[in-house]
Nanobody, 121 residues
């Protein structure tokens, strides 16, 4: 099994910062892309940021310049540094990882349980 455990969410005032972490554990041969998604109440889940195994990143336009995604491959962990937070950033944030569990199994998407981020005005 592969488990993704997220942490770092909480309540913060507008303009503040939070750092989310998501650690993958279990039988892991290789992790390719890792991403952060978020879902606000009544809204569809949206992609926030993606980082490849080589460190290439992509961000949603709404978070460019404010959020930074990074990863530590030695720890199988992805991070999301969120600065200059806005109330519209309020959502449940989910991490996602494309994980190969062995050399003979194809990769598959795994999801964390989500962590709540609330930004007050």
């Amino acid at each position: 099994q592969v488990h993704l455990v997220e942490s770092g969410g909480g309540l913060v005032q507008a303009g503040g910062s939070l750092r989310l972490s998501c650690a993958a554990s279990g039988r892991i041969f290789r992790i390719d892309d890792m991403s952060w998604y978020r879902q606000a109440p009544g809204k569809e889940r949206e992609l926030v940021a993606t980082i490849t195994s080589g460190g290439s990143t992509n961000y949603a336009d709404s978070v460019k310049g404010r959020f930074t995604i990074s990863r530590d491959n030695t720890k199988n962990t992805v991070y999301l540094q969120m600065n200059s937070l806005k109330p519209e950033d309020t959502a449940v944030y989910y991490c996602n990882a494309d994980v190969r569990r062995s050399s003979w199994l194809p990769g598959g998407d795994y999801w964390g349980q989500g962590t709540q981020v609330t930004v007050s005005s």
